[in-house]
């Protein structure tokens, strides 16, 4: 059971695992997983060797019971030998042929299954880095350009991205604002090379992003989820995941600058807080407060965040606002954005529309010149009045 929860929590959090290069880390706490199952399955066997055997004397001694059963009623009277051996061996054909069916098409359930699940991880494609890449460690906030890029999921489908092109400017804050569905986890996912373009180019610093070091690439670059992604464990294994080698300073340091805080727990005993399954036991605001805090503790020169108040009230929204205007000096800041204070925090916007880059500029100028971004922004404001 353990092995198959840590196995779909891994699967679920891939793009979390990918964005800090903690693969490794997690394959390592797989494998003594499955370590640990495999010793299990030992056992259990040594359990049904045991058991068969015993089984089998058992099911013998209720035949023979039938037997002498039998053998009293011929012996009375009650029943004709011939009945009795005819019973007897009719039985014998069927309790065993029923049973070898029973457990064969149970087994062959249980075999298909697997197979299936398998096959969907045999089929994800790894990722490898080129022999030709070149490692780019960014020293200063980088500037990100997409150029004509197109991007599709799969053959077939629509293109989630058309001729997009903009820049964001380096060290500033920059927003992508649009409905949902238009386009903006896409561009993030790309700007992690989650995947690549169809067509086009991505660069950073000019260099063209698919040439880069994935690994290298990643160790300056931090992503937070829409759905914050938190792992069974501690609160200071899941800070960790930013920076394996954090002091336990440094990720408190971290936790008290995106304001965690959890009722009836102390800062001295926060780190060792066990979060539950999946950060069950864990509210949507404090997941998100650590999803920032890894992303904090890294100290990224680009930090992409997806979302990061979607799940949280209005005051915590503000604390967080305030939070990624601070907290994050010489570092290129870029988030999709659906809230108003999020928007107004960009010192750039960039409007994006089923796939389509409509405009880009600031605040002021967009209200001017872009109907699509103002209707936006007065659906919020009119909400906000209400």
């Not at 394959?27 to 010793?39: E, G, N, P, V």
């Not at 561009?187 to 880069?212: A, D, H, Q, V, Y």
Request: glycine share 8%; proline share 2%; aromatic share 8%.
């Amino acid at each position: 059971m353990g092995m198959t929860l840590n196995i779909q929590e891994s699967a679920s959090a891939m793009r979390m695992l990918k964005a800090y290069n903690a693969i490794e880390g997690e394959k390592r706490k797989l494998y003594d997983t499955i370590s640990q199952a495999f010793h299990s399955g030992k056992k259990l066997i040594y359990l049904y060797s045991s058991l068969g055997p015993i089984t089998q004397i058992l099911s013998q001694l209720g035949n023979v019971l039938a037997i002498l059963y039998g053998a009293y009623q011929v012996a009375s009277g009650s029943m004709e030998f011939a009945t009795l051996v005819m019973f007897l061996m009719y039985f014998s054909y069927f309790s065993s042929a029923t049973t070898s069916i029973a457990s064969a098409v149970g087994q062959f359930q249980q075999a298909l299954v697997g197979a299936q699940r398998v096959d969907e991880f045999m089929m994800m494609e790894e990722e490898e880095n080129d022999a030709r890449s070149c490692a780019v460690t960014l020293i200063e906030a980088p500037v990100v350009s997409f150029n004509n890029v197109y991007h599709q999921y799969s053959l077939g489908q629509n293109y989630s991205l058309k001729a997009v092109s903009f820049n964001v400017p380096a060290g500033k804050i920059t927003a992508l604002v649009g409905e949902s569905g238009g386009g903006k986890t896409t561009c993030l996912g790309l700007m992690e090379r989650f995947f690549m373009p169809t067509s086009g180019k991505i660069t950073i610093n000019g260099n063209n992003l698919s040439e880069l070091d994935i690994s290298e690439l990643r160790n300056c670059v931090a992503f937070v989820e829409q759905e914050p992604c938190i792992l069974t464990g501690t609160i200071r294994d899941n800070v960790k995941l930013g920076k394996q080698t954090a002091t336990d300073e440094e990720i408190t340091f971290a936790l008290a600058q995106v304001g965690l805080c959890i009722t009836g727990v102390s800062q001295e005993n926060l780190l060792d807080r066990h979060v539950g399954e999946s950060g069950l036991s864990l509210s949507g605001g404090q997941k998100q407060r650590i999803a920032i805090a890894r992303a904090l503790i890294r100290t990224p020169k680009l930090l992409l965040m997806d979302e990061p108040t979607s799940s949280l009230d209005g005051l915590a929204e503000g604390e967080i606002s305030e939070l990624i205007r601070n907290r994050f000096p010489n570092t290129t800041l870029l988030y999709s954005a659906h809230r108003l204070s999020l928007i107004l925090e960009a010192d750039w916007i960039i409007v994006i529309k089923d796939g389509i880059v409509l405009d880009s500029g600031r605040h002021s100028d967009l209200m001017n010149r872009c109907k699509y971004y103002k209707k936006l922004v007065e659906a919020q404001s009119h909400g906000r009045a209400e």
